[in-house]
């Protein structure tokens, strides 16, 4: 029999000499698996549910009773030493932002799992949280507290660092194309909703989740809807916001992009040619164009743009400190309204509190009202504005608050199918310009003063 090195087999004798003392039922248990010691090949493998041991809970109370005193979130590492469970020290965020230091925080250098904690909101694991869990190779698990629920992911043989790239771009628009589909349907989301689409997004990615109290057994949460393949023509309103948020960025120009739900040629043209005004690839550019559904599409774009943030699409991604202009792209059902919309915004803040600033785009569904609003070199604007009947205008505007009223030359046309071409003011017609009679044709000039329009001279 070959004799193996003494170090090796000196290392050996360590390993097995510090595992966990684990029952008969050890090869089964929870605890082997955040022990990392039970392989498991993919998701069908994961266990309806786990136990967290009793050392594991202790930290997450503390976790969450600090938080609740600091109002910030809080993290360390978990893992288990010389034949207990442990935890590391606790490490304090800003706000609702953490980075945790692996190399300072215990656990003897060998973490197996990580918590942190959310001072508002939901337990469940954020966007970043997935991605943060599959950057880490050697977490076998990672959790997230809030009060007294907490939130798991547990990985498995499949979970990789690769897969990254795809824990934000999926979860986000994941989380956006539930929200439409819930809207469709009439349903109101809350905290079991919410896990089911994170548990989604956790499965394309290979991680089970596991919500419940802390303490308790950790029932796994499944998701309750497959969209994967959903086909729902606002998410081409959505990619539409997108492009045109990054393209008032990049200071690129947007062509005749309609703020509508049909994919026009223009919306190919100008992700092909994002080559040249952005940072997509040519590659991302034809993956985004050869996609068989619209979820699909977008999600490819908010991966190509880099682009997440909960239910809405955020460019460019503001999670730093710092406040800054970026653009949300989202759809939903607007009570004010009262119909699914679809809206751009141009936002100050950061991703976790931010305040809008600008709407851009806009799109109702019942009638089919749209405006868009394309920025001009010199911080200036033109808005086209249609429906719905007849109405129509198309010309220069000036932000007042949210909205960018016509102001300067434009055109618009009214409901009864009149036209006016010339100046306005504050929204309204308001100047000399042209008139142009619907009834018979004839076209005047005209004087508007404060949206009231005088006819003066009849050209025809």
Known sequence: MRRQPLAVAAAMMFFI????????????SSERILAGLTNIADVVDLPDSINLPNEWVATMRDIAAATTNSKTEQATCLSYTSKSWVAGSLQSGSGDLIYTNFATDGCDKSPLAHVHSHPRGLPVPSDGDLAFALQKPFLKSAFVVMDDEVCGLVKTGESSST???DAESFAATYALRHGIWNARHAQVGDLSEAASVTAATSEFLHM?????RVGEVLPRV???KDLSDQNDPLLYVVLKGLVLAQATVSGGAIGTLSFTPKLDNMLGKLISDGVTYGPLTEEEATSILSAKTSSEMLRLAAKAFRATSGKVLAYPNNRGKEPAVFY?????YSNVDKSLACAVHENFGTSFESTPTKLMAFYRERDEKTILVRSRPGNKYRREDVGPGKYAYAGACKFSGMNCEPHGKGTVTYDDGS???G??????ADGTGIYTDPSDGEVWKANA??????????IK
């Not at 949300?328 to 939903?332: A, L, V, Y």
């Open 423 to 428: 100046t306005f003011s504050e929204g309204v």
């Open 208 to 212: 089970g989740l596991y919500c419940g």
């Open 163 to 165: 897969l990254a790239d």
């Open 222 to 224: 499944r998701p309750t």
């Open 449 to 458: 003063v404060k949206g009231s329009i005088k006819l003066i001279e009849k």
């Open 17 to 28: 000499g510090n595992l966990p003392a684990f029952g008969d039922d050890a090869a089964e």
């Open 328 to 332: 949300t792209s989202f759809c939903g």
């Open 419 to 421: 036209v006016f071409k």
